[in-house]
């Protein structure tokens, strides 16, 4: 397992360029992503590789493209300080986990990383930071294995019956 | 309990009190898709087990992003996309209009008080009419053309308080990169920036379309205009509307309160690569430039043509720049055209294009090649966005991109009139 290190502001064009948009396979979008602005990612990166980036990942266009590359470059697992709001609905829906630490401390491509959800921490070179748990709302979306399947299980929504989070 | 504007919304919507941190499924007024994030949001309703969509006349669907088909995929793409609109009785704007946020807010399909949803970041434009609109991706998309709804968590507001008149040659452009400047790419994360001040009552629709539309740019969930009389006007001649109040209370919370004051502000440019880097247009003046892109949903107005047209006078445009102009719809393509700028700018020597995203997504056509430089009146200047990852693309406003064209430099707009 390899830790792939991305600073602030990492947006959706770098993580799949514009050009290939036509493109929906997850498996032929990973040969294309960070194109150009971190061309070693496509050809080394192999399942199971985490990606632990700074500031507002995902940011930019609402490509869903941008983590369906990513899971099909074998990526399930994202730790950054925060994420961009539409890209962290698309990781859920694509079956990516977001996982948000905002204290995560300088993490190289050497470190030691291991990644408790449910228990709350990140576990990095020996020091635990905690994360963020995911929005009670999102939990059953994840639990249910994402949107899709989540939405087949049922028949009708219930709006409007909101609850305080 | 006093509301923003946004938690009013909701509430109208629900039919009960909502505020700031409530989580709902909430119905949609609208969901617009679009030929590059539809396919798979067409898709994802099919794996959802849809079969009729929730309610054809609330989905919008139109082609902006890869028109006329720049590929044999994109063809196949929007050929799925037609299909898809004949059978569940969906109507489709197809080309023929121009770029999705434009379109949506001039045929009246957004309203102040509704909650729109679109498949594409800018989506947030519509907030200019005083609509609650956000952008989503394509699975959200997927169970929203199925169930007319979506969770939805109510978000925080962030005042943003503009006083003062803009100088000749300054305006809405200039003062939303000195917000993206201010609070920086991530400032509004999971917020609204809620518009307000004399400068935005002042402003005109096409100044706050560009304010609501680069939200985004800031991480904001949506951006907002209260309605007045301006909305209200501009939404009554689109569709049938009664106009009523809609605006935050006095005393509402906000995440943050900023004022600004734009008697002073100069012309403004975010400089590559990110869209928070912003400088005044003195810090980069002289900057040769090998293409200027005057056009997308954020500055592709009449109003923007207008700018251009005073700068341009009856000069030429430099012939070391590519200038591609491109009105963001048909209707602003025609307003531009029988005002003469049309002609103006083809005699200068600019490429005029016919309504879409064009360079702007960086997958059409106009990219740049490694090493050049663009200025452009679009939204971002992400590394790669336009072309080649070794290119550099600068922001501005429409007047500053003309004074630019003419120069072949980042130039001052006020210094070339």
């Known amino acids: 397992m390899r830790i792939w290190v991305f600073g602030d502001d990492i947006d959706t064009d770098a993580i799949i360029p514009g050009r290939y948009l036509t493109i929906y396979d997850p498996k032929e979008l990973a040969m294309h992503a960070f194109e150009g602005t971190r061309d070693a990612f496509r050809t080394d990166v192999r399942e199971g590789d985490i990606i632990v980036a700074g500031r507002n990942f995902g940011c930019g266009s609402s490509r869903e493209h941008a983590p369906l590359a990513l899971r099909g470059a074998g990526v399930r697992l994202i730790v950054a300080r925060s994420f961009a709001r539409i890209f962290y609905r698309n990781a859920i829906n694509t079956g990516i986990l977001p996982v948000v630490c905002p204290d995560i401390g300088d993490i190289g491509e050497k470190s030691r990383i291991a990644v408790h959800p449910e228990a709350g921490y990140v576990e990095a070179d020996g020091v635990q930071y905690r994360i963020e748990p995911v929005p009670a709302f999102l939990r059953k979306i994840v639990d249910a294995g994402g949107l899709v399947p989540y939405a087949r299980e049922i028949e009708e929504v219930e709006t409007c019956t909101g609850s305080r989070q | ?417």
């Not at chain 2, 499924?25 to 798979?40: K, Y």
């Not at chain 2, 056009?295 to 000069?315: H, K, M, Q």
């Open chain 2, 1 to 417: 309990m006093a509301k923003t504007i946004v938690e009013k919304i909701f509430s109208r919507i629900c039919e009960r009190d909502m505020s700031a941190g409530d989580v709902m499924m909430a119905p949609v007024d609208g969901a617009m898709i679009h030929d590059i994030t539809g396919p798979l949001a067409i898709h994802k309703f099919h794996e959802m087990g849809g079969e009729r969509v929730f309610d054809p006349s609330k989905v919008i669907m139109l082609f902006d992003h890869q028109v006329p088909a720049d590929s044999i995929s994109a063809a196949e793409l929007q050929q799925f996309m037609r299909s898809f609109a004949s059978e569940q009785g969906i109507f489709n704007y197809d080309l023929r209009e121009g770029v999705c946020h434009q379109v949506v807010l001039e045929k009246g399909r957004a309203a102040p008080g509704e909650i729109i949803v679109g498949s594409d970041s800018h989506t947030c434009m519509y907030g200019a009419v005083g609509a609650f609109a956000t952008g989503i991706g394509s699975t959200d998309m997927g169970f929203v053309l199925r169930y007319g709804a979506l969770y939805f968590r109510v978000p925080e507001s962030i005042r943003v308080d503009v006083s003062g008149t803009f100088p000749e040659w300054v305006g809405a452009k200039d003062f939303i990169l000195s917000l993206a400047g201010d609070i920086g790419a991530d400032g509004a994360t999971y917020q609204a920036l809620e518009f307000t001040g004399e400068a935005i009552r002042r402003m005109d629709m096409a100044g706050r379309m560009t304010c609501c539309n680069m939200a985004i740019e800031m991480g904001g969930k949506a951006g907002i205009v209260p309605p007045d009389k301006t909305t209200w006007a501009y939404v009554g001649e689109r569709r049938d509307s009664v106009p009523f109040d809609l605006a935050s209370d006095e005393g509402a919370s906000y995440a943050a309160w900023k004022s600004y004051d734009v008697s002073d502000l100069e012309p403004q440019v975010a400089v590559p690569h990110n869209v928070d880097h912003v400088v005044a247009v003195g810090e980069v003046a002289g900057t040769p430039v090998d293409q200027v892109f005057i056009g997308s949903c954020t500055n592709g107005r009449f109003e923007d043509f207008r700018d251009v047209a005073g700068i341009l006078g009856n000069r030429r445009f430099s012939d070391d720049v590519r200038v591609i102009i491109i009105p963001a719809s048909r209707e602003e393509y025609l307003k531009t055209l029988r005002a003469g700028y049309i002609e103006r700018f083809v005699e200068a020597g600019a490429l005029v294009e016919a309504p879409c995203c064009g360079p702007c997504m960086g997958g059409a056509f106009g990219l740049l090649a490694p090493g050049e430089v663009s200025l452009s009146t679009s939204n971002r200047n992400f590394r790669g966005r336009q072309g080649s990852a070794e290119a550099e693309v600068y922001l501005a406003s429409a007047a500053t991109a003309a004074a630019t064209a003419i120069a072949g430099e980042i130039t001052d707009p006020r210094e070339v009139v």
